[in-house]
């Protein structure tokens, strides 16, 4: 696909539903909300939603348990209200990704009702069935994702389903047929709708090892770690047969034209990158979540983007996350003061950003008290729930910072009267200004959009500096990672032409630069050659 194509010079935006805007005042977030704030996407200068699933669930995972894959849940609104979201999305230009959930269906699904009959109903090897182990225990080691066995014994025929989540959540049987051919078809129905693309759920799941060998311990487990850990997911993930099925969904999408494939992929690089297939027949993006899991310092973030930008295979185009909503808020993890830096490194690195929403705020984690907790991994493994990332967007010092009239799902940040869309929209040094600037650059610099990427010497163990270039334009970036002030040489003797395009703080005046520049603690620049 040529650089051109929409998803790899844009940036994805993701909406966790629940928690944009409500519109009919139940204190969570709709689809119709979602629409009435598409200006403000558009304003803010993304390219595309990704929307977190809002089909017909029993909402035991907040909807990744999903009951109807072609339908909306009453909670989110109706079909018609999404046919009108995506016609206004594209009305503004903007595209719309689905979440899609293969791995695992609701224990509310029809085909998991009929699957559970009886041994010898049509749709029994649509999911995972196994015998008891001869002590009449689980038939592997597996866990849950969310703690515990990750089988469960069905009382009507004595075998037990195995579920990678929560019990209500069974395995589909990827490996039947027909169950793909649903799906696919399920894909359709929503393409058929025009949305331009799928951000796939737990892709590397979906086929498990044919024998069942139970995985092996993980040296590495230790206290603090979810009990997932406990052994090293060698069996029950990550397969090589699921290429085949990565593969077929690609060639369902194919004939709609340009739509994107995003996988969700929690793997080490080396593993990742092979998602994208071979002859790139995989998915268009497997998310890169390494800039989440590195510890945020200069070399090591230095270290992991060459790493990284180095293990892509021959057209694989880089993504880049900071975060989502399974993962503690950036502003959290990196502290007020780098949550800048963090901002910038996400929009001026090689490859398509992608912004959890309420992160251009700083949003923080903010506290849950235990009577309000929400997530069902909280309830099984306390300390790991993500209801703090969940938290509803603020948009203003009105009532529920004008996400909704009721009091919301989840409690808010406590400085939301200050902490909102309206309050820092207009301020030149905040947060939100500083995104919006540089999705502006991004649009109006293809050295930063599609650009090539070079990683430049240290010159200090505190500043990560890079350029971006296209054509005669060049670009650099200075990231300082800490909080003390760090002198840069940025120039080669003679190309000293450069200039600040855009600064973190505000207080920097553009001008030329000299042969050096003085870097603020958590300062980054974004420097242009002059010609
Ligand atoms: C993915 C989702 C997560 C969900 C899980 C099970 O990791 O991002 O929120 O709980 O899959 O569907
Ligand atoms: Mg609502």
Request: glycine letters at 8%.
């Amino acid at each position: 696909m040529a650089d051109t194509v929409w998803w790899k010079r844009g940036t994805v935006y993701q909406v966790y539903p629940r928690s944009f805007q409500d519109s009919d005042g139940d204190g969570i977030g709709d689809l119709r909300g979602i629409t009435r704030r598409l200006d403000y996407l558009a304003w803010l200068g993304v390219d595309a939603v990704w929307i977190s699933p809002f089909y017909p669930s029993p909402m035991a995972d907040f909807g990744y348990d999903v009951a109807d894959y072609c339908g909306v849940d009453p909670l989110f609104g109706t079909l018609a209200d999404f046919e009108a979201l995506i016609a206004e999305a594209h009305f503004r230009r903007l595209k719309v990704i689905l979440d899609f959930v293969p791995n695992h269906t609701s224990i509310a699904h029809p085909w998991f009702a009929e699957s559970r009959a009886s041994r010898t109903n049509p749709k029994r090897d649509w999911y995972i069935w196994r015998d008891p182990a001869p002590d009449g225990g689980p038939p592997n080691n597996w866990i849950s994702n969310f703690g515990g066995p990750a089988w469960t014994r069905d009382e009507a025929t004595g075998q037990y389903y195995y579920h990678a989540f929560l019990r209500e959540q069974p395995d589909l049987n990827w490996r039947n047929p027909d169950v793909r051919a649903a799906m696919h078809d399920a894909l359709r129905f929503w393409l058929d709708r025009d949305v331009d693309g799928f951000r796939v759920d737990v892709i590397w799941h979906l086929m498990k090892d044919e024998g069942f060998r139970d995985n092996p311990e993980n040296p590495g487990f230790g206290p603090g770690q979810a009990e997932i850990n406990r052994f090293a997911q060698v069996y029950s993930a990550d397969r090589p047969e699921v290429f085949d099925v990565i593969a077929e969904m690609r060639a369902v999408l194919a004939p709609y034209g340009e739509r994107v494939l995003i996988g969700e992929i929690y793997l080490p690089v080396e593993r990742l990158v092979a998602y994208y297939g071979a002859d790139l027949a995989g998915v268009d993006l497997p998310f890169n979540f390494q800039l989440i899991q590195t510890p945020w310092n200069a070399r090591s973030v230095a270290d992991l983007v060459v790493s990284y930008e180095e293990a892509l295979p021959p057209g694989g185009w880089p993504n880049w996350v900071l975060g989502n909503h399974d993962q503690p808020r950036i502003a959290a993890r990196v502290g007020p003061d780098q949550a800048a830096i963090a901002a910038m490194l996400l929009l001026t690195l090689r490859g398509t950003p992608t912004l959890y929403y309420g992160d251009e705020l700083g949003l923080a984690q903010v506290s849950i008290p235990p009577e309000r907790v929400q997530d069902p991994w909280e309830h099984n493994e306390p300390g790991h729930g993500r209801d703090p990332e969940r938290t509803p967007m603020q948009w203003d010092d009105s009532l529920n910072a004008g996400f909704s009239t009721a009091e919301p799902w989840l409690p808010q940040t406590t400085d939301a009267a200050i902490r909102n869309v309206e309050y820092q929209r207009d301020d030149a040094r905040s947060l939100l200004t500083l995104y919006r600037r540089l999705l502006r650059l991004r649009r109006d610099h293809t050295a930063l959009a599609t650009g090539t990427f070079r990683s430049l010497p240290a010159t200090t163990d505190f500043v990560f500096a890079y350029e971006r270039q296209d054509g005669a334009t060049k670009l650099r970036i200075l990231l300082n990672f800490s909080a003390l002030q760090q002198v840069i040489v940025i120039t080669d003797p003679e190309e000293n032409r450069w200039s600040v395009l855009l600064s973190t703080h505000a207080a920097r005046t553009g001008g030329g630069a000299d042969a050096t520049i003085i870097l603020e603690g958590n300062e980054g620049v974004i420097l242009i050659q002059a010609a």
